[in-house]
């Protein structure tokens, strides 16, 4: 058992938590006030939050740390720290205080996507491969020295959401392999490696589709903003002209013809779809959601006559 401070917010830093709690290892969580949330606004609690309470965890919120908070997360006397998805600068009178000082899960092969959206970039840029690190935190953002770094293949059909669910489970192992050498002490921690690239917070407008592209690029953006912002355009001709559009699900059906009247939508495909045409190449969208309705698959969608041939997005 080792005690440890654990920092994490969101619902993916719960099921680290969970597994930590389960290993029954003595911990102590920070995690972020609660923020408003839904269309009341109504203030809601972290993940974590919620998961100390119902397991009798105890628990902090700061909004600073303060010469206080710090004082009594030193109180606690940990053996070392852990921080999945806390979502706040951690200082370093706080992430050298455990024994074994304090190491972060991040969802890339560091020091490649460094920042908050690693997933989401690494699928953008159509990486074959990503992978978990566990390394120590330091004052700059994402350059600590690595424990144990992990491998992940990624599938050309994963989202952001499907590979996060699956490096989840790598993420946890991770975790405790890094735990697991502080207690043998069988362990070197090595200086990253490599050319830094950088994952910057992504913005709602980032979903937007230029169809003035390669259809890879695109079909790599629709899977890398699902479920957050997604992918999405704006009828500029057709029934639906100046209605938003989001992305959900697409296929490439064809990547090498360059095309001038890109955004068009170029077929109705019964049963599957509508293809538009990139810049090079021809995108079949399968399934959508229209602005102010539910998702839906694009077949059923076009039975409407709502998205015909000759239609344009922008």
Request: a neutral charge; hydrophobic letters at 40%; one cysteine or more.
């Amino acid at each position: 058992m080792v005690k440890i401070l654990y920092f994490g917010t969101a619902s993916i830093s719960e099921a680290f938590l969970k597994d930590l709690y389960e290993n029954k290892h003595e911990l102590f969580c920070i995690t972020m006030p609660d923020k408003p949330a839904s269309r009341g606004q109504k203030l809601t609690p972290p993940a974590v939050k919620s998961f100390a309470i119902n397991n009798n965890i105890e628990y902090i919120q700061p909004e600073k740390f303060t010469p206080e908070v710090v004082e009594i997360i030193k109180s606690f006397n940990a053996d070392a720290g852990v921080a999945v998805a806390y979502g706040k600068l951690i200082p370093g009178s706080v992430f050298s205080a455990p024994k074994y000082k304090t190491f972060n899960i991040h969802f890339s092969l560091l020091p490649k996507y460094r920042g908050a959206a690693p997933v989401q970039y690494a699928v953008l840029n159509g990486e074959a491969e990503t992978g978990v690190t566990a390394f120590y935190l330091e004052k700059t953002l994402d350059t600590g020295d690595i424990i144990i770094q992990e491998k992940y293949p990624i599938d050309i059909k994963d989202t952001s959401e499907t590979l996060f669910n699956k490096l989840i489970p790598l993420g946890i192992e991770v975790m405790n392999k890094a735990l697991s050498c502080f207690e043998t002490g069988n362990f070197k921690a090595l200086p990253q490696y490599g050319e830094a690239s950088y994952a910057p917070v992504i913005k709602k407008e980032d979903g937007l589709i230029n169809w003035n592209d390669k259809v890879k690029n695109i079909y790599n953006k629709i899977r890398a903003f699902y479920p957050w912002p997604s992918g999405y355009s704006i009828v500029s001709k057709g029934k639906l002209e100046g209605k938003r559009i989001k992305i959900i699900e697409a296929e490439i059906i064809e990547g090498s013809t360059v095309n001038e009247d890109y955004g068009y939508v170029y077929s109705i495909e019964k049963h599957k779809g509508f293809s538009v045409l990139c810049a090079k190449g021809k995108l079949l969208i399968t399934k959508i959601q229209p602005e102010n309705k539910p998702v839906m698959d694009a077949g059923a969608f076009i039975l409407g006559g709502q998205i015909e041939k000759g239609d344009c997005l922008n």
